[in-house]
């Protein structure tokens, strides 16, 4: 593998590239589960069955590559070779290993979550639901795992794709409009902007290989890399960078677990996860400032934060409130990324995991209420707590951690983006984030607040305690524990974290 | 004398004697045409598979068979290379797929006319073959009337303004071929030979590329396989013909018939001259380039307007040929690299996509796209293959679709042909406007009685409807599927395919 030296200081430990099938092993888990989910579809205990042992099967074999990547390795395969000297490859190194853990074990818990949902709710069409839900699970991996542009393009059109039918499960006017605006947006950006824009990179360089110090350095001219960037950026429109951030409040037409795995994890992450490579490994920090581009995407990013958490204060229905919440988290690990310092592009890696247990959380809160209450607009949740009040302390866990306030992960990654803007020599940009942070506490505070002090029209002094279904209810409560434990024990996440930075 | 070959001539004697043996069976016993369409064209097929073999392993990648043993330039020789050996394969495999799935439909669209229609079904799959494997300009001719005039007839068995649009269709196609001739005629003048290796070879050696007869001779015959092919602005006789066509026969002619005037074209273009010439003959060669980017347009944006499914596919053949033709006329390695990937996976989807969307027909009694609705519980096989089709026509990775625009765009950013990127990727979201326009409506609404404007009332179509999936026969849906598992295929394995197909390309000899 080739190396380049960062910042002048050679790395020091030679990083050792080995050829392994646990990559494909990981993604065919999911990816082969379809075929007995298909053939167990008229049994549903059978078809959970099915689909936790595949959850646990790729969990086991992602667990399995993670020896050695912590010692600095580098897991490759190589699928097939399209195109002369770029093949359809995985690597997997630190940042694929902490999205691929995040990914598939939230998947498991998910899994379980769906069950209570789906089951209480007679939702149609179960079988599809997981099948699909498996392929995504595949593409995500996929993503994670991409060693290069193409194989990372491959995987994150096969998500797009392989999403559609779990946004428009319900398959009614509303479905189709959002699934319709789902694949507007993120087909047009996909093919009409990084499509283009990968074509040039591998033209001007020859290369498509995430490298530690990106491999474009030289290749292109300033304002060539300013176009090739923005078209990155924009077109990777599942990080939903404004305005391209439409397609998800639309894509909230789903049922709840495909909102919460997808759309607060997996779809969305792939998108700031595919900026997060392309800034690193495409261009490379080194090369971004020297040419000091960090700034316009600082801004982007900084402008999609405030406003969508202006939006979201807006927000009656509650997942679409938590959708502009997300998309202004998102723009936080792209803002994060865009300050070019060590600091902040770890604090940004790490944030994709500490957001995406604190949001699964509020998401399953959000579900809980709707399958044990029918309640979908926050005005209608005033003095819920009464009710279902373990289901609104873990929504009080998520919402501190969404907002970065300990005992809670979101502490941990939100402390390393705050500091990486003075890192980055512009203190000023941690005022989106002080600004942002109090926006959230306005948006998501007064739900916890008002469903545990005041009495609304549906629930009153005397309502008793009913909670959603178990299957609802554990899995809830068990990512809300995980954001807490995140807080005490972020090493692992950390630790991944900084050998993507590191580069080796 | 080896059987393995003789592979060439086989693959185009087996549909050539067996157009003979089913016009007797369509006298004496209907009933046999149809397994021994299968049959012929499956010999057709294995043999195809032998001859690309036999080129792979030949030192230098051309095999050359010679006709009755007579030397070139005199006798007539089949010259199979990178270049054309795929695309023969191509050729054959379609008509095998399409064989195949021809049982039904044509017992009943064109019912007691077998024997006739599959005759007809092997001579244009003589025909076309025979475009793809001559290596005597003047042979190509011949080949190139044969399938024509079977297309014509085919055309003409379809019911409504088939006859109309097939005697359009004849009008331009006859022109067409005169314009070929007539180019032919003056290369034969100025150099005295058919052969096309024999003519490049005379050019070059006499310096004869300054020559105006030449030259004018090389126009004639780019405006006949234009038109041949339907490249705007020549392609209005194209929609109405393929639209009215029975099933089958849009089935076997579209993704046959304008691939193969492409593959003329670039064969004309870089074996009989060579690029210095071709993009100096006239003052700006991306000029051509610009009109496929008009083709391209032309073709979408009508596509969005029809709502017959079949119209709308038509449409769709003529962007595609911009794709091609524009790829070929960027100058440079790539995009011609990536034109004749497309002839290969164009011909698979636009197989698929009619494929398809005669099984819809076969049940639906309709072409309106308004007979797709509900389509993905009643036919959900067919509608998966459809889907697969889609995402290729798209160019969603990885099936082929995908990475012939990897090649074509790379091109064209290569040439700095920026109004072709633009226009691919345009080309590319208009796609996916069409398609999910489509796989909206089956997937979203509920399936209801198909109706054709102006036909309700008391010519409302005998249609009994059945409750739950009413699915296609298998002998439709395996073609179905196997053309489109072939687009994932062939798109897994393009590197492979590109290699070979970059042997031709790398001896053109580009700057």
């Known amino acids: 593998m080739r190396q380049r030296p960062r910042k002048g200081v050679l790395i020091a430990m030679d990083t050792l590239v080995m050829t392994s099938q646990l990559p494909l092993y990981a993604v065919l888990a999911s990816a082969l589960a379809p075929i007995p989910l298909i053939l167990a579809g008229r049994n549903p205990n059978m078809r959970e069955a099915v689909t936790f042992a595949a959850g646990f099967l790729k969990l086991w074999f992602v667990m399995k590559m993670l020896p050695p990547v912590l010692e600095g390795k580098v897991l490759e395969y190589t699928l097939f070779e399209p195109v002369a000297g770029l093949p359809v490859q995985f690597r997997v190194d630190g940042m694929s290993m902490l999205f691929a853990l995040v990914a598939s074990s939230l998947w498991i ?65 509303e479905a189709r409009g959002g699934g319709r605006r789902y694949l507007t947006y993120l087909l047009a950006t996909s093919v009409g ?6 074509l040039f990179c591998y033209l001007k360089s020859g290369d498509m290989t995430f490298a530690a110090g990106g491999f474009l350095a030289g290749k292109v001219t300033p304002t060539e890399a300013l176009v090739l960037l923005l078209m990155f950026v924009f077109g990777f429109a599942k990080a939903g960078v404004m305005p391209f951030h439409g397609w998800l409040p639309g894509a909230m037409v789903a049922p709840t677990p495909v909102s919460a795995l997808l759309h607060a994890v997996a779809v969305v992450k792939v ?43 807006s927000q009656d229905n509650l997942k679409r409130r938590l959708a502009f919440s997300t998309v202004g988290q998102l723009s936080y690990i792209i803002l994060g990324a865009s300050l070019l310092s060590d600091l902040a592009v770890k604090g940004s890696m790490a944030h994709i995991a500490m957001h995406a247990f604190g949001k699964i959380t509020l998401f399953f809160c959000a579900g809980a209420i709707y399958v044990a209450t029918k309640k979908k607009y926050i005005s209608d949740m005033v003095g819920i707590g009464r009710r279902m009040p373990i289901t609104m302390v873990c929504f009080l866990i998520g919402s501190m951690s969404v907002m970065g306030l300990p005992p809670t992960g979101g502490l941990i990654s939100k402390l390393h983006l705050l500091l990486g803007a003075p890192d980055s020599g512009r203190w000023w940009l ?40 178990m299957f609802c209810l554990v899995p809830l409560t068990l990512t809300a524990i995980g954001s807490i434990l995140l807080f005490f024990f972020p090493h692992l996440v950390f630790e991944l974290a900084s050998l993507m930075v590191e580069g080796s | 004398m080896d059987i393995v070959q003789q592979a060439p001539i086989l693959m185009i004697l087996c549909p050539f004697l067996g157009a003979f043996a089913v016009s007797l069976a369509g006298l004496i016993q209907r009933r046999w045409c149809y397994p021994l369409t299968v049959l012929f064209t499956a010999g057709s097929a294995y043999a195809g598979l032998g001859t690309l073999i036999q080129v792979l392993r030949t030192e230098g990648g051309v095999i050359r068979y010679r006709m009755g043993g007579w030397e070139p330039p005199f006798g007539i020789e089949f010259r199979l290379d990178a270049l054309n050996a795929a695309i023969a394969l191509m050729v054959v495999v379609v008509a095998l797929l399409v064989a195949i799935y021809s049982r039904q439909t044509v017992a009943s669209e064109t019912a007691g006319k077998e024997g006739h229609f599959y005759t007809l079904f092997l001579l244009l799959t003589v025909g076309v073959l025979g475009i793809s494997m001559t290596g005597d300009a003047f042979n190509l001719y011949v080949f190139l009337e044969i399938s024509s005039l079977s297309s014509y007839a085919l055309i003409a068995m379809g019911r409504g303004r088939a006859a109309f649009s097939c005697f359009n269709y004849i009008i331009m196609g006859t022109i067409g071929a005169s314009f070929y001739l007539l180019g032919v005629g003056y290369l034969y003048i100025k150099t005295g030979s058919l052969n096309m290796t024999d003519i490049a070879r005379i050019l070059q050696e006499h310096g004869l590329y300054s020559s105006n007869s030449v030259r004018i001779g090389f126009l004639f015959i780019l405006i006949g396989v234009w038109i041949k092919m339907a490249f705007v602005p020549l392609h209005r006789w194209l929609p109405n013909a393929y639209t009215f066509a029975p099933s089958t026969t849009s089935c076997l002619v579209a993704p046959l018939m304008t691939k193969v005037s492409i593959y003329v074209m670039i064969r004309i273009m870089f074996s009989v001259f060579n690029p210095e010439f071709v993009f100096g003959v006239g003052p700006r060669s991306d000029l051509v380039v610009w009109l496929a980017v008009i083709a391209m347009m032309v073709g979408s944006f009508y596509a969005l307007a029809k709502n017959k499914l079949k119209m709308m596919l038509a449409y769709l053949v003529i962007a595609e040929v911009g794709y091609m033709v524009g790829g070929a006329w960027l100058a440079n390695a790539t995009g011609l690299t990536g034109a004749i990937f497309h002839i290969l996976a164009d011909g698979l989807m636009t197989l698929a996509l009619f494929l398809a969307a005669g099984a819809i027909y076969y049940k639906r009694k309709s072409y309106n ?8 519980g009643k036919m959900p096989f067919t509608m998966g293959a459809f889907a697969i089709a889609a995402l290729s026509m798209i160019g969603i990775p990885p099936t082929c679709g995908f990475f012939s625009k990897w090649y074509l765009i790379s091109g064209g950013i290569e040439a700095g042909h920026w109004g072709f990127v633009v226009g691919l990727l345009t080309s590319s979201m208009v796609n996916a406007v069409l398609f999910f326009r489509i796989l909206e409506r089956a997937y979203f609404e509920k399936p209801e009685l198909p109706y054709e404007p102006g036909r309700q009332g008391k010519n409302a179509l005998n249609f009994v409807e059945r409750k739950g999936v009413d699915e296609a026969p298998l002998t439709m849906l395996a073609p179905l599927w196997a053309a489109s598992l072939g687009l994932v295929l062939l798109g897994v394995y393009s590197g492979v395919v590109i290699d070979f197909i970059s042997r031709y390309v790398n001896s053109v000899g580009f700057q």
């Open chain 1, 430 to 469: 941690m005022l989106f984030y002080v600004v942002s942070t109090l926006l959230n506490g306005a948006y998501l505070l007064p739900i916890v607040f008002r469903a545990f002090f005041k009495t609304g029209k549906h629930f009153d002094a005397g309502t008793e305690v009913q909670e959603a279904p």
């Open chain 1, 271 to 313: 998108g700031v996860f595919c900026i997060l490579r392309v800034v690193t490994g495409v261009f490379g920090l080194d090369f971004l400032e020297q040419l000091d581009l960090g700034l316009v995407v600082s801004f982007i990013a900084g402008f999609t934060v405030i406003c969508s958490s202006l939006i979201a204060l």
């Open chain 1, 193 to 198: 902007l990084v499509l283009p824009a990968m």
């Open chain 1, 109 to 173: 818990l998910t899994s379980a979550y769906a069950i209570g949902y789906m089951r209480p709710l007679k939702e149609h069409a179960q079988t599809r639901f997981y099948v699909f839900f498996a392929f995504s699970l595949s593409a995500t991996l996929g993503v994670a795992f991409a060693g290069n542009l193409l194989t990372l393009y491959v995987f994150y059109e096969l998500l797009s794709m392989s999403t559609y039918p779990l946004v428009t499960h319900h398959q009614d006017a």
């Open chain 2, 369 to 376: 796209i308004v007979a797709t609705k509900g389509l993905f």
